[in-house]
């Protein structure tokens, strides 16, 4: 079967299009002024890069390593993960090439540590923007898109320990000071991430409501979620009281709020983070 297109795929594009530039413009500024490894196989294509410089005086450009660092993860992300996933993800990887060779280098600053903390944040934003556009950079991202939707958890932090490894070798060939300096900008670029991807964020609601059928009802339909229902008393009022009880993803907190208050105004609503679940949980398919 082909692939269906849809309006939405447009604004992936976008998103792609802005995120490799923005990666890019990173790359050429923050990490390779800091002399940084960023992670990744962005990461391993800046260290194959140095080395080969340094040790056989030969410039390889960026997007020729990258493209074919990528070729494998992307094979097993098109087949666990999902095709438009994966051509988003693809088209990115050689956006990023494309625009991290012709542009040039920029100075910002001298100082290592704004390099390494403002770099992460730059390099995070960028990813999130690919990833809430329904792609990603490939590489790590491929690998973690992989563990997530199998496992249904967040695994951006697992991947910060993958990069460790990429990390160490560079210290070894090139000094601590800079791996060290890398590892604080992954953890910029991984706190980032893990502040604005909510696809993998849980939120657990109670509701004190009136209308507990029809809300469950609605709500079950609207998100997909299951709903459990309490019975008890309001201790203040000594009424009968019907609490509901759910858990949602992230993005979706905002419909739900406000479903609920278009069928009951007066409900009273509870929204807590959910740290750890156990269970089915419905999450929606990338495509």
């Known amino acids: 079967m082909g692939i269906k297109w849809k309006k939405k795929d447009f604004v992936s594009l976008i998103c792609v299009i802005t995120a490799s530039f923005l990666i890019a413009v990173n790359l050429n500024t923050f990490v390779e002024q800091g002399g940084l490894i960023p992670g990744g196989f962005n990461g391993i294509t800046k260290l194959i890069q140095r080395v080969a410089l340094a040790f056989l005086g030969i410039r390889i ?31 990115m990887v050689l956006m990023t090439g ?20 403002f770099g992460g944040i730059l390099n995070g934003f960028a990813n999130s923007i690919a990833l809430n556009g329904g792609s990603s950079s490939g590489g790590t991202d491929f690998i973690a898109m992989f563990l997530s939707e199998k496992y249904n958890i967040a695994t951006w932090n697992y991947v910060l320990v993958l990069n460790a490894a990429v990390i160490v070798i560079s210290g070894i060939l090139f000094g601590f000071d800079i791996a060290l300096y890398s590892i604080i900008f992954l953890f910029c670029h991984t706190q980032v991430l893990n502040l604005l991807d909510k696809r993998y964020q849980r939120k657990t609601i109670f509701i004190i409501t009136k209308h ?16 459990t229902r309490f019975e008890g008393v309001g201790c203040y009022s000594d009424e009968t009281k019907h609490m509901l009880y759910t858990v949602i993803g992230e993005r979706d907190v905002k419909a739900v709020r406000k479903f609920i208050h278009e069928i009951d105004p007066k409900a009273f609503v509870n929204i807590t983070n959910s740290e750890q679940l156990e269970g089915n949980f419905y999450i929606k398919p990338l495509e």
Request: one cysteine or more; hydrophobic letters at 50%.
């Open 61 to 91: 450009p960026f997007s020729l390593i990258n493209f074919w660092l990528n070729a494998f993860p992307a094979i097993v992300c098109l087949r666990c993960v999902g095709k438009k996933f994966t051509i988003f993800s693809i088209v």
């Open 212 to 227: 507990p059928k029809t809300l469950a009802r609605e709500l079950m339909t609207l998100t997909n979620h299951g709903v």
């Open 98 to 117: 494309f625009w991290t060779d012709i542009l040039p280098v920029y100075h910002v600053t001298g100082d290592l540590l704004l390099i390494s903390v």
